[in-house]
């Protein structure tokens, strides 16, 4: 089970919720070479002009921290020149004088923001800091100044007002159907004064968002447990206390033990400490996280951003911001959503109370006096794990090399279904020495895009894991994806191999998912590109691709101990596959905590929003209410550290589990065809993956299935069907 950030999210996050045409990947794919002789080509800034290099790969080595602001602003300039000729044409709107000229705008703002934005989660420093801080509202401002322009909306209402008798093909013709919708739900339809308030709003909400992650990557990295003495570390893998004790010399606590926060509520070291005060400490300090006073407490922002944007949502026209964010997902409703999440939460928590009285015993066969608590559920887990499966998680790691895990195993499951190829390339410049470039190829050898693999942790990486798109495909332009995908391996000492756990490994096949969403794209236009679909269907290609981890042919070929090259003995891969449905019922009560509390934020008026102060009752009382408040069980991100509802996520965090609807019907769908085939991969490709945002995403699930969702397979995947039936 993986529940990740995507690029959505990552550009959203960073520009703000509504921003529409620039926000949503996709939107701001308006990458291309450079058709405007206007642009002073020969000028040092590497921005400036499209990136000579093979695909438009950013030149990393020419960009500098102080490149970025003079792009910016270049960028917004030229960009607002373009709109405003656009919007004063003398001449009828036509659909290329108006539509297809916005999409040709603002190329250079796109070209900044995606590098700049991607540096900012995956590589920042403190310039980047002060700079997102100082952009955001300015960016905001300037998305405003478009889509509040109500010459520009005229032009766009006259096309879309003709668009049955133009002669469009599909895809053009849905293009003027969305930019009308963005334009629309921007606020394009307000009256001046409310324009005005829906500015400074946006604008507010820019800043507040970009706070909010900044305050969270320092409040991590100040939250991080240092430990005096080996000997509480008893239970860690050597190789891990190596890892924490390198993480304590690169912070000059020499001689001590240092264990780095991951973004989620849960800490991978809980599930082997045998301290249980040090176990404890952790969780507290995961826990407070954002909460506990301090430079770095997000409470007085959460407090503005869930009013703000109930302000927002009633100004333009809805009950709440849900409602809003919902009516422009496949889910369409508040109704619907909750609708699922009541559903599943009775069983998922009846499941984990079920998991916790297994806990119990052990806790009470080994004599200890206490009740499971929420820093135990991990490392008691492990003991029923190897109780009732014989399995150990840590004895997986050896045979799961990372350069197996991508070479042998994700590009090897992909070559089989799509045919595709991969090969390293060494001549393109890097943002540090441990990231790899491979080029990817059509099985009839044609250049198909670049993958960039970031995988290791570092203390100025966001947490968690996302795909994003450098260079977005279009036909428009002829441009080509340059996809990445991060991830946050802990890396090991220098000279030892990185051995993965079997969830990262899971997350690898999650995460190119989404790299073959955007690479595989083939639209005309880049508002369409790769995985600018609904929110609540874009991790469902990335969930697809999960299957493979564990397929016995993919596994075979990589799953292979990193000194002896011995195959993942049988019995262990059996254990495994024995043990997928266990502890289900935490994995899920978990997620729907944090699914739960991002409606419960999102579904309130200005007026019930709470001030700084009542944040956490807040939180208390949305829990309780929902029937998910199971102490043992915390949401899986608290409020003040859930960083997808503060950026692009809001209200849409049921996505992932609205998605793997859809994704557990594929993957049978996958299993009665046949499996692994290239047959199977080539029509996935043709009928969904392929397709980006062209079409109406449940239009492209039933053209891939032949059938409606079914939620069946959900339910038993996740051990939630009704007892007894
Ligand atoms: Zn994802």
Redesign the pocket.
């Known amino acids: 089970m993986t529940y990740?950030l995507?690029l959505t999210a990552a550009l959203a996050l960073s520009l703000g919720a509504a921003s529409p045409v620039l926000a949503a990947d996709g939107d701001a794919a308006k990458e291309a070479k450079s058709d405007s002789g206007k642009l002073e080509t020969k000028t040092v800034n590497p921005f400036f002009a499209p990136s000579p290099l093979p695909f438009h790969f950013p030149q990393f080595d020419k960009i500098h921290n102080e490149d970025y602001k003079p792009a910016f602003e270049k960028g917004m300039r030229d960009s607002e020149a373009e709109i405003l000729a656009i919007a004063n044409n003398p001449e009828p709107a036509t659909f290329e004088n108006t539509i297809v000229a916005m999409e040709r705008s603002g190329q250079l703002l796109t070209r900044v923001a995606r590098v700049f934005f991607s540096q900012a989660g995956t590589n920042t420093n403190d310039a980047i800091q002060k700079l997102q801080a100082e952009m955001a509202p300015k960016l905001s401002a300037h998305t405003d100044k478009m889509v509040l322009n109500s010459k520009l909306f005229a032009r766009i209402q006259a096309v879309y007002d003709q668009r049955d008798t133009l002669g469009l093909d599909a895809e053009s013709k849905r293009l003027v159907e969305r930019y009308r919708t963005d334009f629309v739900r921007a606020g394009a339809q307000l009256s001046d004064a409310d324009k005005t308030k829906l500015k400074a709003m946006n604008s507010e909400l820019a800043s507040l968002s970009t706070q909010f992650s900044q305050n969270l990557l320092k409040e991590t990295n100040a939250s991080a447990i240092v430990v005096d003495k080996r000997e509480q570390l008893a239970g860690l893998s050597d190789d891990a206390i190596a890892a924490t004790s390198e993480a304590a010399k690169k912070r000059d606590l020499d001689g001590k033990f240092v264990i780095p926060l991951m973004n989620t509520t849960g800490q991978p070291s809980l599930a082997s400490l045998k301290d249980r005060d040090l176990r404890e400490r952790i969780m507290q300090a995961s826990l407070n996280r954002g909460s506990h006073g301090g430079d770095f407490d997000n409470r007085a922002i959460v407090a503005s951003v869930v009013k703000l944007r109930a302000e927002r949502a009633a100004l333009l026209g809805y009950p709440n911001h849900a409602a809003y964010v919902l009516e422009d997902e496949t889910a369409g409703t508040v109704g619907a959503v909750n609708k699922l999440l009541a559903q599943l939460a009775p069983p998922a928590v009846a499941n984990a109370r079920a998991e916790a009285v297994d806990i119990q015993k052990v806790i009470d066969k080994e004599g200890g006096k206490f009740k499971v608590s929420a820093a135990d559920w991990a490392y008691y887990t492990e003991k029923v794990r190897k109780e009732k499966y014989d399995l150990d998680a840590e004895q997986l790691r050896p045979y799961f090399e990372m350069n197996n895990v991508l070479e042998k195993g994700v590009f090897f499951a992909a070559t089989k279904l799509y045919g595709i190829t991969f090969k390293e390339r060494k001549d393109l410049p890097l943002y540090l020495p441990d990231i790899r470039v491979f080029e990817v190829f059509e099985e009839n050898g044609d250049p198909l895009a670049l993958f960039i693999v970031d995988y290791y942790a570092r203390s100025n990486k966001r947490g968690g894991a996302w795909a994003n798109a450098y260079v977005a495909q279009s036909k428009l332009f002829g441009t080509k994806p340059v996809i990445a995908n991060h991830l946050n391996v802990p890396k090991p000492p220098e000279g030892e191999p990185t051995l993965m756990t079997y969830d990262e490994v899971n997350t690898a096949f999650?995460?190119f998912g989404?790299a073959l969403h955007g690479m595989f794209s083939n639209v005309t236009y880049p508002r369409f590109a790769g995985t600018s679909v609904p929110r609540d269907f874009v991790?469902y290609p990335?969930q697809v691709n999960e299957m493979w981890t564990a397929w016995p042919e993919v596994l075979k070929n990589y799953a292979k101990h990193y000194k002896t090259g011995e195959p993942l003995p049988k019995a262990l891969l059996d254990k495994v596959k024995a043990s997928e449905k266990f502890n289900q019922g935490f994995a899920t009560t978990e997620y729907l905590g944090a699914a739960l509390l991002d409606q419960a934020w999102h579904q309130i008026t200005a007026d019930q929003a709470p001030d700084a102060d009542g944040v956490l009752a807040f939180e208390a009382a949305a829990l309780k209410k929902a029937g998910v408040d199971y102490a043992p069980v915390p949401p899986r991100y608290r409020t003040t550290y859930f960083s997808h509802i503060m950026g692009g996520y809001s209200a849409g965090y049921y996505a992932y589990i609205w998605s793997e609807v859809l994704d557990a019907d594929s993957v049978e769908w996958f299993k009665k065809n046949g499996g692994l085939t290239r047959k199977n991969g080539d029509h996935f490709r043709e009928t969904l993956l392929s397709r980006g945002g062209s079409e109406d995403a449940m239009v492209l699930f039933r053209n891939f299935s032949g059938g409606e969702p079914y939620v069946q397979p959900l339910l038993e995947r996740r051990g939630l069907t009704p007892k007894g039936k």
């Open positions: 990740r995507t999650h995460e989404h991790e990335s």
